[in-house]
């Protein structure tokens, strides 16, 4: 009967189970049916589960459910427990499956919880936390401290939700979870919840000694010493007494944020004459200026010190001398320390410093030998004092970069490792670099010491991320933000945020820029600043995004001053919508806001209204720009001269050219182009050809983009063979010229004046040229296309046979190939037609049969086949 199908069940454990399952004389599994009780589903799934089978019994309690059954918590808290045993995945497709369908009890909550705490799964931790939420489970102390833990060091805001939610459900937070809280806040810089703690622990009398360290402990962390500071008498009024430990840290902080009569304070409070704080003192006094000081308290700390005198003190105020540019003193005092034999490798490194201040290279480099001599090797900061000099050029034997490069390999024979100060001094030599080879030489330094140790120092991260932004090393910096994602652990500032949105919007990352500006305002609750807040603008304008930009000034206008910046930079995106009226609306708001314009906003201006073609508008605003002692430069005369080029208007162009040439700036490649392209598009050849004399009297050189032009111009000109002879002069002349856009543009300029040989035999003659790329889809289609609407169905089956032959027939647009098979069917070459359909159908291209209909393939059908193959392509591209 059922009862004793429930004690088999019970004792017998799986095997039981299994036979229980078989009737009589039907030799196959029985399951639980629709009579089983509720006790006999309860002792089926304890069955699976002492078996350890997660998924037997996650179906069993599924199924007790169908059945109108109340699963119990035990029962449900059990099978969480032996699913963890099995790892996280089968925990989460454990509550995947009952999520919806058995509402899960708190000590099931409790229990993933705190397995999420012990192995720092914030991502699980979350989920759970919105299943209470969907349940609307009734909170315990249990559930409330993992979450609280796991939220407070991942600085989510969700933290003081829950924090404020778990005073008003009457729950008593301790003064231990208060201090553990706390201590968790400042791992994550978390500064809104450490604030919500402490106010509830004023609130509630509990503020101890261990609770104020821990809090001082967070300012520090999130970089408010001042408030740290603040503690102190605070302490002292609460009837506390610090003990040694927090008034040596409120002396360091007391020498951060300068106040200087609290640090000298608590030195004469503390007791024993801790080194380190007379260490931050001199420090301190040298920072002032005020050597004498320093002085007096050595001779405090050596009275006060019964084990002798202390290297470290010595040499604090030897680099107090150094520092302040004493390098006589420095010397002399050094002299001294070697006598009473208080000198170790600090010691030398601080007077290589201030021989390397001084532009002293030789001297430096005597101090190197002499500790060499004195049996002390040199470490990464004796060489950094030298590569430093060297990347500033002062001094330099060889002189800058060139000297850089020598101490590098003095390093590397030496075996001396390169550290993170090395790092950011090849760093500023990369920004500053003169030629490209030379700065990817310096940028190969943050190669050879493995990413992972930028993310070390804020510092050093950021002269990473600003000298790959300067240098537009794109690839090297989609490797350093994708290592910060997957590794790094930092809590960066604002600053560093600014530097970390730019650099996502360099890579094209919008999305990205979003997380992080979320993460920033939301997460950590830090108040961005104006530099901040215009890298997020720019980030949006650079991905087309303007209304998102102007809300998100809009936003911020009441909390940050906009400024200037701001504005440009609305204005720029704008322009590059071509809005020149809400650009207009920038410039009387900046107006009304009393800001003086500058250079990009002008700039920008002027180029809003060039894009449209009112150049009255824009002329006047170049005016207002010269009145107001606003220099133009060379990109605001390029847009000025553009927009005179696209009206055909040259005259004013030229004269727009003369007079920037007139103020004394330079002419580059851009604007010569421009005015290049604008004789040629309106047939001023003879203006070209002056012009073109005049690119090398102003040691312009040319760009792709002039060749380019020089082709049209004399594609123009019906003279094809000088066409020919510019592209192979920049071939002989070994400059980087050639690129896509100059073959289409020599090939049509040969279906300008008819001549489809010529167009064909480009294929060869680019094989030829230095430099020049090799034929690809851009380059056939474009011959194809030009030889179909020319009638040379001949010339453009060779094409077509050589496209495929050359694995470019996929990249080809299906509007060419179809407008071929049109014209082979219309012109009855259907065994040509034919024998491309075959080739083509190889290489995954659909043709469609001209005018034959047989096949039933329309041209739609074919379209959408094409571009469905050009997405597979796509697809399969490397990003």
Request: proline share 2%; net charge neutral; with cysteine.
């Amino acid at each position: 009967d059922e009862r004793t199908r429930e004690l088999l069940l019970e004792g017998g454990g799986g095997a039981a189970a299994a036979a229980v399952g078989r009737g009589s004389g039907r030799g196959k599994a029985r399951e639980l049916d629709g009579q089983a009780s509720s006790r006999g589903c309860l002792t089926a799934i304890k069955s699976s589960l002492n078996a350890k089978d997660v998924d037997s019994a996650l179906q069993k309690i599924l199924a007790m459910r169908t059945r109108g059954f109340e699963v119990p918590p035990s029962a449900i808290t059990l099978l969480f427990k032996v699913a963890k045993e099995n790892g996280s995945e089968t925990t989460q497709r454990v509550l995947s499956s009952l999520e919806g369908n058995v509402s899960l009890p708190v000590e099931s909550f409790a229990l993933l919880l705190n397995e999420c705490l012990n192995q720092g799964d914030i991502e699980f931790a979350r989920r759970l936390d919105a299943l209470t939420q969907k349940q609307k489970t009734k909170m315990h102390y249990s559930i409330y401290e993992p979450l609280l833990k796991l939220f407070a060091k991942a600085c989510d805001a969700r933290a003081t939700a829950i924090f404020a939610d778990m005073q008003a459900q009457g729950s008593l937070v301790s003064e231990g979870l208060c201090g553990c809280l706390l201590a968790r806040c400042s791992e994550s810089q978390n500064l809104r919840f450490a604030e919500a703690i402490t106010e509830y622990c004023r609130s509630r009398s509990l503020m101890t000694l261990a609770i104020f360290k821990t809090l001082m402990k967070v300012y520090a962390c999130c970089g408010k010493y001042e408030l740290a500071c603040d503690l102190y008498e605070q302490v002292l009024a609460a009837g506390l007494q610090p003990d040694n430990m927090m008034i040596g840290c409120l002396v360091k902080f007391a020498v951060k944020c300068g106040r200087r009569e609290l640090s000298e304070q608590l030195l004469e409070q503390s007791s024993g004459g801790d080194i380190q704080n007379y260490m931050w003192l001199i420090r301190a006094a040298g920072k002032e200026g005020n050597v004498g000081r320093a002085l007096e308290l050595l001779q405090e700390a050596e009275k006060a010190q019964v084990a002798g005198p202390d290297v470290a003190l010595y040499n604090c105020v030897l680099d107090v001398y150094v520092t302040n540019g004493r390098m006589d003193d420095a010397l002399a005092f050094f002299g001294a320390m070697k006598d009473k034999g208080t000198i170790n490798l600090v010691t030398y490194n601080t007077v290589m410093k201030g021989h390397c201040a001084k532009g002293d290279v030789e001297g430096a480099r005597g101090v190197l030998a002499e500790m060499r001599q004195a049996g002390v090797a040199p470490d990464s900061a004796s060489y950094n004092c030298l590569l430093g000099t060297a990347a500033l050029g002062i001094g330099a034997v060889r002189g800058g970069d060139a000297a850089c490069w020598e101490i590098l390999d003095e390093m590397s024979e030496e075996g001396t490792p390169i550290d993170n100060y090395t790092v950011s001094i090849m760093m500023k030599v990369a920004k500053k670099a003169r030629s490209p080879r030379d700065a990817e030489r310096a940028l190969a330094v943050l190669d050879r010491t493995g990413r992972a140790r930028v993310f070390d120092d804020e510092v050093l991260f950021n002269s990473v991320i600003d000298a790959c932004i300067q240098r537009r090393d794109t690839q090297r910096l989609a490797k350093v933000l994708a290592s910060f994602t997957e590794q790094s652990t930092m809590k960066p500032s604002v600053q560093t945020y600014g530097l970390l949105i730019k650099a996502n919007s360099m890579v094209r990352q919008v999305n990205k820029c979003w997380e992080l500006w979320t993460e920033m305002v939301e997460a950590r609750s830090l108040l961005p600043n104006a530099i901040t807040l215009s890298c997020m603008l720019d980030a949006l304008i650079c991905a087309r995004r303007v209304d998102d930009a102007l809300a998100l000034f809009r936003a911020w206008q009441g909390s940050l001053p906009p400024n200037i910046v701001m504005y440009g930079t609305l204005i720029k995106g704008f322009a590059a919508a071509r809005d020149a009226d809400r650009a207009m609306e920038m410039y009387h708001e900046i107006r009304a806001q009393g800001l003086q314009l500058n250079l990009l906003s002008y700039t920008s201006l002027i180029d809003a209204h060039a894009r449209g073609g009112e150049m009255a508008r824009a002329s006047k605003l170049f005016q207002e720009m010269l009145d107001n002692a606003c220099d133009p430069n060379v990109v605001t005369f390029s847009t000025m001269v553009k927009g005179y080029c696209v009206e055909g208007d040259l005259e004013n162009a030229f004269s727009m050219f003369g007079t920037m040439l007139s103020r004394g700036i330079i002419a580059d490649t851009v604007l010569f182009n421009t005015l290049l392209d604008g004789c040629v598009r309106h047939s001023r050849f003879q203006l070209a050809d002056h012009l073109l004399s005049e690119m090398e009297k102003y040691f312009v050189e040319s760009s792709h983009f002039t060749l380019s032009i020089v082709i049209k111009l004399w594609g123009k000109r019906r003279d094809l063979d000088k066409a020919f002879e510019a592209c192979r002069v920049h071939a002989r002349s070994g400059r980087s010229c050639f690129d896509v856009q100059v073959v289409t543009s020599l090939i049509s300029a040969c279906f300008l004046n008819r001549a489809m040989d010529r167009a064909v035999s480009v294929l060869d003659e680019m094989l030829a040229w230095r430099g020049c790329p090799c034929p690809d889809a851009t380059v056939f289609g474009a011959l194809l296309g030009g030889l179909v609407r020319g009638g040379a169905l001949p010339q453009a089956l060779d094409v077509a046979q050589r496209a495929i032959d050359a694995l470019a027939a996929s990249g080809v647009h299906g509007d060419t190939w179809a407008s071929l098979a049109a014209a082979l069917g219309q012109q009855g070459m259907h065994q040509e037609l034919a024998h491309l359909t075959q080739r083509l159908a190889s290489t995954g291209v659909v043709l469609p049969c001209g005018s034959s209909q047989q096949d039933g393939v329309t041209q739609a059908q074919f379209h959408g086949g094409h571009r469905a193959h050009q997405n597979i392509d796509r697809r399969r591209a490397p990003a």
